[in-house]
Structure formats: C-alpha cells, structure tokens
C-alpha cells in the first residue's frame, strides 16, 4: 500500500491508545488495599466497559459517553459490593475513565507519527471526556474529534463521515487507527484506510482475514516505523 | 469579577496569539533582499488582512479563511509587484498565514493557563488552517473550534453558540480573549466572560469604556497572573 497520500490519523482511544482495563484493575487494587476490599478488579474493568458497549447499542436518545460511563460507576460499586468509600472517593472511582493511562508505547509512537502526520482523536467519548483525558494523558492531538453534534455511536456511518467534514480531508488521506475490527469495517465503508494495532484482550477476531484491514501494526511504534516506509 | 466558575478559555488567534504583521514584515524582509525589491512589508501585511475583513463582510456563500488568504496573497504579489518569484516560493507565499509566530508571552502565558483551564482556538481560520498554525507554532490547544460547520465567521453569534455546544459549558464558564472589541461584544452577547489582551495595531477604540469588558490584560503571562488571584 502507498501511504504518501495519508495526511491524517484518525485513532480510537479506548482500549487503543490507552489501557483502559490495567488502568482500572490498577487503580481498583489500589482502592482495594486502602479499604481492605477482596474484589475481582479485573472483572469490574470488563464489567464497567460491557456497560457502556450494551449503552452503546441501545436504542433510545444519545448520551454523552461521560454520563453513561459515570452512571455504570455507580452501579458496579453496587454490583461488586465494593463499599466505604467517602463521597469524594466514589466521585473520583466514577470519573476514571477521564485518567486512563496510555499504553507504554502510545506517547512515544504519537510524537513520532504526529512530524509527519495530522493526529485526530476519533473516540466515542464525547469531546470533553475526550479532552479531560488528553489532559490527563498528554495525548498530542492536533484535532479532538466526537460524537457530541452528530449524537450516534461508532461504528454509525455518520460519525466517520463528520470526521472526513471536520478535517476536510477525503476517505483515501485519512486513517483509521483502531483495535477493533468492527470500528475498521465502519471506517473502510466510508474509504478511510486503516490499520489494525495489536492490544491484549481487545479483539477476538482475526485481523489477517479481514479484507479491510489496510496495514496491522504490533503497537504505535510499529505503526510510526512501517508509514514511514 | 469572581473567576472560580471559569472552566474554559477561547483565543482569537489572528493578532491575539499571533503577530501576523511582524510575521509577514519580516518573512516580506527576507524575500525582498533575496531578491533585491524594495517594498513597504508592514502595508502588505495590512493590505492582506484588510482583503481578509473585507471578504469576512461581504455577502455571499462562506469560504474557508485559507481559501480567501491564499487568493488574496496571490493579488497582493501583483499590486506590490512582487516579482521575481518561483512557482514554489508564490506557494510558500500565500500560505504564509499558516506560519504565523506567536507573540512571545504567547507560549507562556498559554502554559500557566492551560494549568488551569481548558484552552481552545476560537478564530475565524477555518479547522485545517488553525490545525496547522498550532502545529507551527506550537500552541497547545485541548481544542480547535472553527467556522466550518456553521459556515459563518465572528462576530456572528452562531460562531460562539457553537463553541459553548462544543465545550459543552455554559457563557458564563467561558472567557473569550481578544484584542478586538468586535470580538469580545458579540461574546459577551452570547454570554461569554470577556478579557481585552493588548496588542500593538490590533484596536483602535478604548477597552476601558467598553461595557462589555470584564478584564483587561497587558498580555497572556499578565492574563495568566490576573486569572490567578
């Protein structure tokens, strides 16, 4: 593939760029210690993100993602039994998703990627959870795109298609980055190239076989060094 | 004023954040001595941003700004009778405001503040072209607001209607910084806060007599140490 007409990257954030489960488990172990809790972190990550993929698929009037992922918080609390936590703490334990760590090879992959091309967030957050966590995490985006004017999900058509408006760009100069397959198949449909990056416990399916998958990358690091090819 | 309820910064950027008529003085100084002319460089640079209001004035369908600076950019090398330049350098030329420098408080100023609060470009550039001057001049934005969507330029109140959507905040969350009264008016007619920054050429009316001005700084490190107290 020639890549000399890429102008822009578009990335997922969850799960992608940072690491939404060892963040959560680390930060639940930590809470756990302090409060003297035994809790399966590990399935209250999964259980907080399987929340918000169910919200994501349900009919019914949008949401910014913030107040889903707040609201889920508050349950799982319930749900795990993970209980003696000031008022401020659940406050905090509920806002987690907006301090989500990023993968060890995310910083250094962006700034590499960021001299040559045009970074864009393109997350389901909705833009001020998405810039609360670029704060946080130092996330070098040139644009912060979100689902706040269209008011659909990935992988709805129109999220994509507000991204290319946005930017003003066509499909063929903007890649989709992602580590899930099903965010790559709704970005190809709408002619962003893509590229698949390897995450633990992301994606079941097999992005080898997937004749939308552009360019399969180990990490942003990886990805930096094969478009710079 | 109490500014504990501000939550978000908008800068125009043109003027406010960066010098474009020291910028285009010096870059004109550079061409003309590369190629012997003698031009007067500081009425260039004002010719070239009057085309811009004027075309911000006129009637008509809605342009992006860098469309309308690079044809006027072209016009400007005629009636200067700028001559004597390659294909490649009329191109360097007119995307000259894409490469404008920040004021030097600018990044400073910008740093302190975005300790704070979220900061965000509101400016008549269109997305792209602001995209690519914070890329020059390193100016750290969370976001880039732009007319693209609206289609419309300040002060029209449907350019700060969209950014409060955007930001997700209310007007009295938000300061709006300009060196312009125009601007600061039809902000605070949405709500915004307002702070006058002060720079050389920029305004010819008196900000003290303005109504409509909650804060008048010398410069962003000043607005920093204003906001701080």
Known sequence: MKH?????????????TV???????????????A??????????????????????????????LDQILHAAGEEILEEFRI????????????????????WPDALPGLKRLKARFLLAALSNANMALSIALARHANLPWDQVLGPDTVQVF?????????????LG?????????????????????????TAFVSRPGEEAGDPTKAPYVDLIAADFQDLALQLSR
């Open 4 to 16: 000399a007409d890429i102008r822009a990257l578009t990335f997922d954030v969850f799960g992608t």
């Open 19 to 33: 690491d939404w489960r060892g963040t959560i488990a680390r930060e639940g172990r930590r809470l756990g210690a």
């Open 35 to 64: 409060k003297g809790l035994q809790v399966d972190w590990e399935a209250v990550a999964d259980r907080w993100s399987r929340k918000y993929v169910v919200a994501r698929s349900r009919n019914g009037p949008w949401r910014p």
């Open 83 to 102: 209980q003696g936590l000031t008022k401020a703490e659940r406050e905090s334990w509920c806002g987690l998703w907006s301090r989500l760590d990023p």
């Open 154 to 166: 990935k992988p709805s058509p129109r999220v994509y298609c507000m991204a290319l408006r946005r």
């Open 169 to 193: 760009l066509e499909g063929h100069e903007v890649m989709m980055v992602a580590a899930h397959l099903f965010d790559l198949e709704a970005a190809k449909a709408m002619g962003f190239r």
